[in-house]
């Protein structure tokens, strides 16, 4: 797994992600979900708690969802599968991470190829940016331009980061349900899905090829890409 770290004010970085850990105090308590990763300067393991101390807004952005190589003690506690996931929590509490644990972190991050700009080219894409937006929940069509063959949409108000999305070619859209002088601009979920060497993007989490008429705010395309911008 690989997520951004936002730092708040528009200061983030990258980092794999090693372990999970969730001790709620019940079951709305989302203050005590923590991220095993690395600091900014890629030489300690730390717990980043996943949400802001004063929003709700998460301070970690998934940008890769894999975990194949991961094991699991149960939903709320697990690491990847080279680290002790029951001591991991209080070895990276008490800073006492083997070095050689910690290099073996280090070395695999460095290996990772990050791509700010991905296309969605498969149904791994989408459900990575599906993380990374929070099902576009609560976000709003903040522009739009269309430079010939290709479609700029900004959207805002998105779990703590800014969306840009580009759809390039063959392009079809309709926005005019979410126009904010007649209707709510916010979203309350979404939809990318293939059909017929078009990708679609939709309004709602449970839309359908059906969908995409003049009544839902959508957008079609041969290709898209997409970049996250936390704030």
């Known amino acids: 797994m690989y997520a951004i770290i936002r730092q708040g004010n528009g200061k983030f970085y990258t980092t794999m992600v090693f372990g999970y850990y969730d001790y709620p105090k019940n079951k709305w308590d989302y203050k005590h979900r923590y991220c095993v990763v690395l600091n900014e300067e890629k030489n300690s393991l730390i717990l980043q708690p996943m949400f802001a101390e004063k929003e709700l807004a998460s301070t970690v952005i998934f940008t890769d969802n894999d975990e194949s190589n991961w094991k699991k003690i149960n939903d709320n506690i697990m690491s990847v599968f080279f680290l002790p996931t029951e001591e991991l929590y209080n070895w990276v509490l008490d800073q006492k991470v083997p070095d050689d644990l910690l290099q073996k972190c280090i070395a695999m991050d460095a290996e990772y190829d990050y791509n700010p700009y991905p296309y969605i080219?498969?149904?791994?894409?989408?459900?990575?940016?599906?993380?990374?937006?929070?099902?576009?929940?609560?976000?709003?069509?903040?522009?739009?331009?269309?430079?010939?063959?290709?479609?700029?949409?900004?959207?805002?108000?998105?779990?703590?980061?800014?969306?840009?999305?580009?759809?390039?070619?063959?392009?079809?859209?309709?926005?005019?349900?979410?126009?904010?002088?007649?209707?709510?601009?916010?979203?309350?979920?979404?939809?990318?899905?293939?059909?017929?060497?078009?990708?679609?993007?939709?309004d709602d989490e449970y839309a359908t090829i059906e969908n995409v008429t003049n009544g839902w705010c959508w957008f079609k395309a041969r290709k898209m890409k997409y970049h996250l911008i936390p704030v």
């Open 121 to 202: 080219l498969n149904e791994k894409d989408v459900h990575d940016l599906f993380w990374a937006v929070g099902g576009f929940h609560d976000g709003m069509i903040s522009e739009i331009k269309q430079t010939g063959d290709v479609l700029y949409v900004a959207m805002t108000d998105i779990w703590g980061c800014n969306l840009e999305m580009w759809f390039e070619g063959d392009i079809e859209y309709d926005i005019s349900s979410r126009n904010p002088e007649l209707y709510d601009p916010y979203w309350g979920g979404g939809t990318i899905f293939f059909h017929e060497d078009y990708i679609y993007l939709v």
